[in-house]
């Protein structure tokens, strides 16, 4: 879950569907939909205009802290046993494990 920090979708929340790394990009659920317009195929017989979420910039989000069900920023800790975790900045809450041990 992310929260969107710029744009017309500020404020809002969603679940992130893709990333896009090479282009550092996400798309998130819901959020920043377009229409395209398409011609008629197998797939879509009827054409016409079909609403497609495109991506946003990864610097226009923020994980959710699950805590305070709001964005965060966030750092990184290394437990003793190895195992990189998330934390949210502003209060310590534990985002998601990043890399376990083997």
Excluded: F
Excluded at 81 to 91: E, F, I, T
């Amino acid at each position: 879950m992310v929260e969107i920090i710029a744009g017309d979708d500020k404020g809002a929340t969603g679940r992130v569907l893709r990333v896009i790394p090479e282009k550092n990009k996400v798309v998130v659920q819901g959020h920043n939909i377009v229409k395209k317009h398409v011609r008629p195929s197998r797939k879509n017989p009827q054409g016409g205009r079909i609403n497609v979420e495109q991506p946003i910039h990864i610097s226009n989000v923020l994980p959710v802290n699950p805590k305070s069900s709001k964005g965060s920023r966030v750092r990184y800790q290394l437990s003793n046993d190895g195992s990189k975790k998330r934390v949210a900045a502003a209060d310590g809450t534990e985002i998601g494990v990043v890399k376990k041990t083997k």
